[in-house]
């Protein structure tokens, strides 16, 4: 890779990982490099970016850890091979890149849950509205703990439900990020009545065959699920 492929701007933020580890994404999903390719070296991105290396080697880690990048000792940084989901697996990226990136996360899970439980509500057979209701009951008796993966069956079940191919791939690359969603918002929860009675109200909408009482009823649980998440997560945020 030639070193005249990369432009960066100096950085005078103070939070220097946080912000070099932002600008290190934008410019892997800008195009400038493909899965499998070298990532710049330390040196040359303390060149560019005018930051000492020890903030550089911080933001490399981050990375690392997040699994977008291979460090390869004795060899330099190489872009992993990325699917469509591995940006969506882990809602703390939030608070890692910002405000408005966990904005755009959930206005785009509600879009696609309220596209889902549209199909499935005009699509879903008896027998499938059966096992929605199986799932229900679960939830309802479901400890905090079982909770979550009880709520994903749920929402994976409306996937399969919509028989769209589309919407289930999607649903499936996200299940990582409604499972960290969901245990952020119900970590210190003791009931969890709230989200039951949320799908609860999807659930009779489906079964009633109601494409606009279910998206209404799913809009409302979105909404509701991301005010809490919006709230634990500022509240992680007053707690650095």
Request: hydrophobic fraction near 40%.
């Amino acid at each position: 890779m030639h070193t005249n492929q990369f432009e960066f701007e100096p950085i005078k933020k103070d939070s220097l990982v946080v912000e070099l580890t932002k600008r290190l994404l934008d410019y892997i999903f800008s195009g400038s490099i493909q899965p499998g390719e070298k990532l710049p070296t330390e040196r040359q991105l303390q060149d560019a970016l005018n930051v000492g290396r020890s903030s550089i080697r911080e933001a490399i880690k981050v990375l690392n850890v997040l699994g977008i990048i291979e460090v390869r000792q004795g060899d330099g940084t190489y872009l992993k091979k990325l699917d469509s989901g591995f940006l969506l697996e882990s809602i703390e990226w939030g608070l890692l890149l910002g405000e408005r990136n966990l904005i755009d996360i959930i206005e785009a899970r509600k879009v696609i849950e309220v596209s889902i439980v549209k199909l499935a509500a005009e699509r879903g057979t008896e027998e499938e509205i059966k096992e929605l209701w199986t799932i229900l009951e679960s939830l309802k008796e479901s400890s905090t703990e079982e909770f979550v993966e009880i709520d994903v069956a749920f929402h994976l079940k409306l996937a399969e439900m919509a028989r769209n191919t589309v919407f289930r791939s999607i649903f499936l690359s996200i299940q990582s990020l409604l499972r960290t969603w969901i245990k952020l918002v119900m970590k210190d929860v003791t009931d969890t009545n709230f989200s039951y009675t949320d799908h609860l109200n999807i659930y009779l909408a489906v079964s009633k065959k109601d494409p606009e009482g279910a998206m209404a009823a799913m809009e409302a649980h979105m909404d509701d699920a991301s005010r809490r998440l919006m709230e634990v997560m500022n509240e992680k945020e007053r707690g650095k």
